[in-house]
C-alpha cells in the first residue's frame, strides 16, 4: 500500500498493512525547507513547497495543511496580529456584544481572506502528489471556538453564563457554523481526500462537559453529518484533557477524532474509538520536541499497543509540532509505525 491507499483504507474501517502516520508539522516543516512562517501562512507555493519536502524527507503517509488558528476568524473581520515565527493570534474581535451578531455574514472561501492561500496550497499538492499520499485539509475552527475569537474569548464565556438564551448568541453561532462547513466544502473541492477542524474551547479544559454538551455538540454532529452527506469524512481535534467527554464523542456518527496526549488512551480506545478512526496522540512538547530519539520510540510502541488493535488509528503528535522539533525524532515517529504498526505480524 501506499501513503494514500493507507490512510483512506482506515477511514473506510478497514485494515491497512500498517498503522499509517500523520504529521502536524506545518512549523518543522516551513523551518526546514527555509520559509518563514508569515510566507508560509500567506503564500500557497510556499506553504505547499514546504510539505511536499516534508514529506519527501521522512516518509509520512498524509499531509496535515493547516494555515493556524485565525484564518476564519480574519476573513469575519477580526483583526489578526502575529509575532515573527509564530502562528497569528486574534488582537481585536469583530464585534462587541451579542447584538452586533446579526452584521456578520458567512465567508465565500474562494474570496475571503487567508483561505483561498489554503485551497491554492492544497490544489498545488494535490497535483504533485495525490493517489500517492493522503492531503488533509484543515479547515480552521468549528462553530464554538469561532464564535469565541470573534465576540472575543473572555467576553464569550461571559455570554454563555451570564446570557445563555440570547438569540444573538445563536445567530452568531449559526453563522460560524455556516462559514466552517462552507469552508471545509472548499477545502475538499481543492482536492483534500478528507478534512478536519479544531474546537480546542469546547473542551473539559476549557469549560463543563455541561456548556458543551449545549453549545459546542450540536454543531460538531451536525458538520460530521453534513459532511457525510456530501462524502466527506472529517476529524475533530480538541486539545486537553477529552477524558470526560468521551463517552458524548463516542456518540458522534462517523468521524475521526484527534485528541491530545493528556487523554486517558486506554479509555479513548475503549469509548470514542469503538466506531470512529482516533489520531494522534504522543505528546508533541515533551516527548517529539524535547525528548531523545529512545523516548520517542517508547511512547510511539506504547500509543501503538494501546490504539492499534481493530485498526482505526493513524499515528501523530496529540497537537502541532514545535519549529524546533528536532529531524531525528520525526524520522522515529515515522520508523516507530513501520516498526511495531504492522498488521500482518
Known amino acids: 500500500m501506499n501513503g494514500y491507499q493507507r490512510v483512506m483504507s482506515v477511514l473506510r474501517g478497514e485494515l491497512p498493512d500498517r498503522v499509517p502516520v500523520c504529521l502536524h508539522n506545518f512549523l518543522p516543516a516551513a523551518r526546514e525547507a527555509g520559509i518563514s512562517l508569515e510566507q508560509y501562512l500567506t503564500e500557497p507555493e510556499a506553504a505547499a513547497r514546504a510539505h511536499l519536502q516534508a514529506v519527501e524527507a521522512y516518509g509520512h503517509d498524509c499531509i496535515l495543511i493547516d494555515l493556524d488558528t485565525t484564518m476564519l476568524a480574519e476573513a469575519m473581520g477580526a483583526r489578526r496580529d502575529s509575532t515573527p515565527g509564530e502562528p497569528g493570534h486574534i488582537a481585536a474581535p469583530a464585534i462587541g456584544c451579542l447584538d452586533e451578531a446579526g452584521q456578520l455574514r458567512a465567508v465565500d472561501p474562494e474570496r475571503d481572506g487567508r483561505i483561498p492561500v489554503l485551497l491554492e496550497a492544497i490544489r498545488i499538492m494535490a497535483a504533485a502528489v495525490g493517489g500517492r499520499v493522503a492531503i488533509r485539509g484543515n479547515a480552521d475552527q ?10 472575543g474569548m473572555e467576553d464569550f464565556m461571559m455570554d454563555l453564563v451570564s446570557e445563555p438564551d440570547h438569540p444573538g448568541l445563536q445567530r452568531l453561532l449559526e453563522v460560524c457554523y455556516q462559514s466552517h462547513l462552507a469552508t471545509h466544502r472548499a477545502v475538499r473541492r481543492a482536492g483534500a481526500d478528507f478534512t478536519s477542524l479544531g474546537d480546542s474551547p ?4 476549557v469549560v463543563s462537559p455541561a456548556i458543551f454538551e449545549r453549545f459546542a455538540r450540536p454543531y460538531q454532529e451536525r458538520l460530521v453529518r453534513e459532511l457525510a452527506a456530501d462524502g466527506i469524512f472529517t476529524v475533530i481535534h480538541i486539545c486537553g484533557n477529552t477524558s470526560s467527554i468521551l463517552e458524548q464523542l463516542a456518540q458522534y456518527p462517523a468521524c475521526g477524532f484527534e ?3 493528556k487523554t ?3 479509555r479513548a480506545k475503549a469509548t470514542a474509538g469503538r466506531a470512529h478512526v482516533l489520531f494522534g496522540n504522543v505528546d508533541p512538547s515533551g516527548v517529539l520536541a524535547l525528548g531523545s530519539v529512545a523516548h520517542v520510540r517508547d511512547a510511539t510502541q506504547r ?23 528536532p529531524p531525528e525524532n520525526i524520522r ?3 520508523d516507530a509505525a ?8
Open 142 to 151: 468549528c462553530a464554538f471556538s469561532l464564535a469565541g475569537l470573534l465576540r
Open 202 to 205: 469546547a473542551g473539559p479544559d
Open 264 to 266: 486517558d488512551a486506554e
Open 332 to 334: 522515529a515517529l515515522v
Open 303 to 325: 500509543l501503538i499497543e494501546a490504539w492499534k488493535p481493530g485498526g482505526r488509528f493513524v499515528l501523530n503528535a496529540g497537537c502541532a509540532l514545535p519549529a524546533m522539533t
Open 259 to 261: 485528541l491530545d496526549y
Open 338 to 345: 513501520t516498526e511495531f504498526g504492522r498488521y500482518d505480524a
